[in-house]
């Protein structure tokens, strides 16, 4: 099983600390679908030092989300090891994850994230500070490199080790690549290689099956699930299942996806209130209801909803559409077979 300094994880699936998207309403559901670790999303240092109120909410963690790492980002030596501190002392987290995979514009621009590609010896540096300044376990997730000519993950990774760093996770892509093309499972392999330390591979795992590839041929002891668990904590699930067992459980009826996204909806409205809620729930009912036929129109009505009872509303009767839809479906098919 995967273990990360003195904290053991029952399995080798994370959730991925992906921005404005893991919120402890979130990370709860992807824990109860058996997720090893969750990891909220990146909080900047400075942000934290300088007591920011957002930001310092984005710090609390439910104790039912443990094992849970808690990620920061920054360039300043000086403001991430206090950032850091704060994580340390002042937190519910097991981990303090530095994110040096972060490709936008705003966060390299500020010599953050992704920027430390370029700088093994920055790297070094940053990490050893951290380490040497908090009890709990220091963690980092970095892509592969910059671009194509400034491939540096092995430097990189074994920088992290050096440091004191308790494990490095790997998406295979570069930054310049974004989230597009095809994530170099490769050099995520010669990073495994080279390091003793855990690595945790991520990129292009959107399948069960795929995780287990991942793990065959890279040899990483978890595997980080992003994109394909929005709107789908089943994948997580699914993905459990099958490593451990062989079993490729179906996938969940609309009923059941309807009713974890109200689930859902209903802790963001705990968490930070109807009105905000809300507008933030709508992009997740649309991960929800990708690929269901008719939801496009739902998109819409979803667009338009500004309370928890409307929305709820909007889900119920979609779900109830498909399931009709299904059996008419099934029917037609099955009376066709019969004549």
Not at 112 to 131: F, T
Not at 150 to 170: L, P, S
Not at 200 to 205: E, P, T, Y
Not at 260 to 284: F, Q, T, Y
């Amino acid at each position: 099983m995967l273990k990360i300094g003195d904290i053991h994880m029952k399995n080798q699936v994370v959730l991925a600390p992906m921005a404005g998207v893991c919120n402890p309403a979130f990370r709860l559901i992807a824990k109860e679908f058996g997720a090893g670790l969750v990891c909220a999303e990146m909080v900047s240092d400075k942000a934290i030092v300088h007591k920011n109120e957002q930001s310092l909410k984005m710090l609390y963690v439910d104790e039912r989300e443990k094992p849970l790492s808690l990620q920061i980002f920054g360039g300043n030596k000086d403001t991430l090891v206090e950032a850091a501190k704060v994580v340390d002392k002042q937190t519910n987290a097991d981990i303090i994850d530095i994110n040096m995979g972060c490709p936008v514009p705003k966060i390299t621009k500020c010599d953050a994230g992704a920027r430390w590609l370029l700088e093994p010896n920055k790297i070094y540096e940053m990490v050893s500070y951290v380490v040497e300044a908090v009890d709990k376990p220091v963690t980092v997730k970095m892509r592969i490199g910059w671009d194509e000519d400034h491939i540096f993950a092995v430097e990189n990774a074994k920088a992290v080790e050096r440091a004191g760093g308790k494990a490095v996770a790997v998406h295979g892509r570069t930054r310049v690549q974004m989230y597009e093309g095809t994530a170099n499972w490769d050099i995520i392999k010669d990073v495994k290689d080279a390091v003793s330390i855990p690595v945790i591979g991520n990129g292009d795992v959107k399948t069960p099956e795929d995780a287990k590839r991942m793990i065959d041929t890279t040899g990483v002891d978890g595997v980080m699930i992003g994109r394909a668990a929005l709107g789908n904590p089943w994948m997580l699930y699914r993905t459990i299942r099958y490593l451990e067992t062989g079993e490729n459980i179906p996938e969940p009826s609309y009923k059941e996806k309807m009713e974890v996204c109200i689930l859902h909806m209903d802790r963001l409205v705990a968490l930070k209130g109807e009105s905000v809620a809300i507008r933030e729930m709508r992009k997740h009912a649309a991960w929800y209801i990708k690929g269901m036929q008719g939801a496009a129109r739902v998109r819409d009505i979803i667009n338009s909803t500004t309370t928890r009872d409307a929305l709820a509303e909007a889900l119920y009767s979609f779900a109830e559409e498909q399931d009709d839809d299904n059996f008419v479906k099934s029917y037609t098919k099955s009376t066709a077979v019969a004549q």
